[in-house]
């Protein structure tokens, strides 16, 4: 059984028929050939289909495309603006945060959503007072990207390169990924 | 997967009629749970219902200082919302504890009560599991038991309930109102799971077609003082070893009032009255503390490879009070 949907990813809008089967990662994948959220576990587990969907981050894996009609996508590569890569992608390639750069869209995409919850005001399970809004040290940033699991170890850096975005220069220069696509990054 | 229909809901009596009347249709929320399960074959629905886009989304204080969240709230959304932060943190630092960020975006307030047990033979199609399969037998039993359940298991299954959140809710008397084929009904969280018995298959009281529609939080001065405390394999994104969901009310060094529930232990949220009754009118002190968590977990029945729960949830119950009992506690 299948069923027709809408979905705009990347700022390109794509009418498609998809089978009621597929999930969101599939039919950005398979359908579209967008393959820049990447399938790791499939089961909601790693983190590495992360995308923002409406502005928020979500994993694509659990999600079926059918379900999502009318979603606004971006994936880590549509976070660069007219070739001029997003500040968590500098920081990433600065502080040599991925070594196979499997997992890396999914770190990228969670970081941007996790940044824009924290600029709310969003606690997590580390903050010791939940009416407060904590500023993002080392522990905040490690629980709050936990849902993205990386196999190479370099998860280290992968803290550095956002606490770097988080905290310095860089963080001016960043509105919020829910704001209209065309201003962000200019 | 076999090829299935989906629906949007149109409206909540629709959505409740159409799944009663087809038994093999299921509603679908986030589907954090449910497609998982469709992915490993252990839910094969024919036809979906997707409540997500009901209004069912938002979260409502009342005028007796409770709070009414919708059925279709994401769990990010209401562990962030202002009022659950002030009134029941327990229930913001529960949700926290659950999942990662970006499946809280997704998951659903009904669709985490919902949620079936992380048991690995359950997952496991190839093994043999009562729950999925009723008169199969247990794998666990003979199995890997360390995330197995130590008070109200039977022959028949000695699974876990996963959500944390519904630990808080069972704390904090939450109630949660259902519409099915014959009208409206609220079921108290405490009552809403089931212990496995004979009929490990069933997990809540809930009859096919029921819809979660709200949560309702009546008010409790005391739970600005409250707490979730989990334990797991993992520093974070696991599920829990043990947690326990508490708020406590000292005044002059007595305990007036206490709320506890254990996560982990149990098919269900386990509220520990036993342990809230050994506390009334009590000293707020160590002893006392651990002597209500020996109360509870009197009767407890672990297998062989999870006895190390009953300390467990022991000193974490008296860990958690003491913090709430402090001068400093939140
Ligand atoms: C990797 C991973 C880790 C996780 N870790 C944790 C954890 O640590 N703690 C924790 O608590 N949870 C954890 N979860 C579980 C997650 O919280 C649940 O999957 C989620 O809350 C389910 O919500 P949903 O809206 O996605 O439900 P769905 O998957 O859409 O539905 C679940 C069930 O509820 C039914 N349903 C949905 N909405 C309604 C309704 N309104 N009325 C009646 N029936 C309904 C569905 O038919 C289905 O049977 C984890 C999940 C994953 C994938
Ligand atoms: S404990 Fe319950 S869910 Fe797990 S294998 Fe046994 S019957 Fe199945
Ligand atoms: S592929 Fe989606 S979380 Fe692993
Ligand atoms: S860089 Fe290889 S999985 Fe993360």
């Not at chain 2, 006895?307 to 860990?319: G, H, Y």
């Amino acid at each position: 059984m299948k069923s027709d949907i809408t979905l705009t990813v990347d700022g390109q809008r794509y009418a498609l028929t998809v089978d009621n089967r597929v999930t969101l990662l599939d039919a950005l994948r398979d359908n579209l050939g967008v393959t820049s959220a990447k399938k790791g576990c499939d089961h909601g587990q790693c983190g590495s289909c992360t995308v923002l969907l409406n502005g928020r981050r979500a994993t694509t894996c659990l999600a079926f495309a059918v379900a999502h009609d009318e979603a606004d996508i971006t994936t880590s590569a549509g976070l660069a603006q007219d070739g001029d890569l997003h500040p968590l992608h500098r920081a990433f390639i600065d502080h040599d945060a991925f070594q196979c750069g499997y997992c890396t869209p999914g770190q990228i995409c969670s970081a941007v959503g996790m940044l824009d919850e924290a600029r709310q005001g969003w606690p997590s399970a580390v903050t010791a007072e939940v009416t407060s809004a904590p500023p993002l040290d080392t522990a905040e940033i490690r629980e709050r990207m936990s849902g993205n699991l990386c196999r190479c170890g370099a998860c280290v850096n992968i803290v550095a390169a956002i606490s770097e975005v988080a905290t310095g220069r860089r963080l001016a220069a960043f509105p919020s990924a829910a704001e209209p696509r065309q201003e962000r990054w200019s | 997967m076999i090829p299935f229909e989906y629906k949007q809901a149109e409206d909540e009596h629709t959505a409740v009629a159409t799944v009663t009347g087809n038994s093999r249709a299921a509603f679908l929320g986030g589907g954090t749970n449910l497609v998982d399960h469709m992915k490993l074959g252990i839910a094969a629905p024919e036809l979906l219902v997707d409540v997500t886009r009901l209004p069912l989304d938002r979260i409502e204080c009342l005028p007796d200082g409770g709070l009414r969240v919708g059925a279709a709230v994401r769990n990010s959304d209401l562990a962030a919302d202002s009022a659950v932060r002030e009134r029941y943190p327990v229930l913001t630092q529960a949700l926290l504890a659950g999942a990662s960020g970006q499946l809280r975006n997704l998951a659903t307030t009904g669709g985490n009560l919902l949620q079936r047990t992380r048991c690995v033979y359950f997952q496991d199609t190839t093994t043999p599991c009562n729950k999925r399969e009723p008169g199969q037998g247990c794998s666990a039993l003979e199995g890997h038991t360390r995330y197995h359940a130590v008070l109200g298991a039977s022959k028949h299954c000695v699974a876990v309930h996963p959500s944390d959140m519904a630990v808080a809710l069972a704390a904090l008397d939450a109630l949660v109102h259902v519409q099915g084929p014959d009208g409206g009904r609220a079921i108290p969280a405490t009552e809403l799971h089931r212990l496995p018995g004979e009929h490990p298959e069933w997990d809540t009281v809930l009859r096919h077609g029921e819809l979660i529609t709200a949560v309702e939080l009546p008010p409790l001065p005391f739970a600005t003082r409250s707490r979730y405390r989990k334990a797991r394999d993992r520093a974070s994104f696991a599920f829990a070893l043990v947690s326990v969901a508490a708020a406590l009310d000292v005044t002059d060094g007595i305990v007036r009032g206490a709320r506890i529930a254990f996560g982990g232990l149990a098919h269900k949220p386990w509220r520990a009255r036993l342990a809230e009754q050994a506390l009334l009118g009590r000293p707020a002190t160590d002893d006392e503390f651990r002597a209500s968590a020996e109360a509870e977990l009197a009767d407890a029945q672990p297998l062989p490879g999870n006895e190390f729960k009953l300390p467990m949830a022991r000193n974490m119950l008296v860990a958690t009070l003491r913090e709430l009992s402090g001068d400093d506690a939140p």
